[in-house]
């Protein structure tokens, strides 16, 4: 990510929104708006400790202002909340990407079913408010371990009208984990159907969209952690088309890992497949894609590729770099 690419922002704001989940509010430091984003889009956090972290916005489109994120301290994780909850405190300045949409919504679908897991409320959060703006049927179901970590609980209720928001508390007495297969086959078939939760309900809640039939223009997935490891076979050439340079990708290591070894300048931010920002248009060659954001659609067209994570089935790939 180029320096021209991130925005400076000030901490205004930092609440408490469920157990272990806080909210961050950032303003510009000049006060001026910020640039406009849509339902679903996230910003990378550059933090002080050299990490960068993704996180989606969950406040209004609306807000010209500020962007809002909801994060959740997660003791399992790679150290970005723990960081943040530990460091980040109103009055603090960090530099953040503008807005990218790897989630957007379908704004004009006669419904929309939204299932969430946990901190995955976070952008569909914003997909719910942006619907309600446009008077537009939804239906939510959410699951948590418990009430008291159920980030926007009080917020969905006041919007609840005619039995649209479900919750589903596994952890308490009694619960159960939410059946996806049980629950799709109730809903309307021709809806479209949007999923955002800890990877293994993103891959029930995909599973059940294939033996229901729905077909994958109506379904939409947002992982936050890779979906499949990393290709770090190697043994293949990587040609840069515009450079006129060329490198051998050698056992243990990404296409990205080599370009940085080498001084090869190129946008990136999480490493693992999620963020999109390191997405590079392929030229020749045939990539094996391990990103968590392309379509089954987009990367059987072997058009762009996410070097952080994927490899090559070629010999030789050329990259539009």
């Known amino acids: 990510m180029t320096e021209s690419s991130k925005l400076e922002v000030v901490v205004k704001n ?3 929104e469920a157990q272990g989940i806080s909210v961050w509010e950032f303003e510009s430091i000049s006060g001026e708006d910020l640039p406009p984003f849509t339902a679903g889009a996230h910003i990378d956090m550059h933090l002080s400790n050299g990490l960068v972290r993704s996180y989606s916005l969950c406040n209004s489109q ?4 500020r962007y809002v994120v909801a994060i959740n301290n997660d003791a399992s994780g790679r150290g970005g ?10 009055g603090d300045q960090l530099k953040i990407t503008t807005p990218r949409n790897n989630f957007p919504l379908v704004e004009d679908a006669d419904h929309v079913v939204f299932i969430a897991g946990g901190i995955g409320i976070t952008p569909i959060y914003g997909m719910i408010q942006r619907l309600e703006q446009l008077g537009r049927s939804w239906e939510l179901h959410y699951s948590a371990r418990v009430p008291e970590m159920c980030a926007f609980k009080d ?3 006041m919007l609840d009208r005619h039995g649209r928001v479900h919750f589903n508390f596994d952890h308490l007495p009694g619960g159960k984990v939410l059946d996806l297969n049980r629950l799709i086959g109730t809903l309307p078939f021709d809806a479209h159907y949007y999923c955002c939760g800890p990877n293994p309900m993103l891959r029930a809640f995909e599973s059940a969209c294939i033996a229901a039939g729905i077909p994958s223009e109506r379904v939409h997935v947002e ?6 490891a990393a290709s770090t076979e190697g043994g293949f050439t990587v040609v840069l088309q515009r450079s006129g340079k ?11 890992d ?5 001084d090869v300048a190129v946008p990136y931010s999480c490493m693992q497949g999620v963020c999109s920002t390191c997405e590079t248009r392929v030229i020749d060659g045939v990539p094996d894609h391990r990103d968590s954001v392309l379509s089954p659609e987009e990367q059987a067209s072997n058009k762009t590729m996410m070097i952080c994570c994927s490899g090559s089935k070629s010999k030789t790939l050329v990259l539009d770099i």
């Open 223 to 228: 992982y936050f952690t890779a979906r499949e």
């Open 81 to 90: 909340s723990k960081f943040i909850h530990e460091t980040l405190r109103v």
């Open 258 to 262: 080599t370009l940085l070894a080498n």
């Open 14 to 16: 930092v609440a408490s």
């Open 155 to 157: 917020k969905l209720v």
């Open 62 to 65: 609306d807000d010209h202002h």
């Open 246 to 256: 060329s490198f051998e990708i050698s056992a243990g290591n990404t296409i990205l």
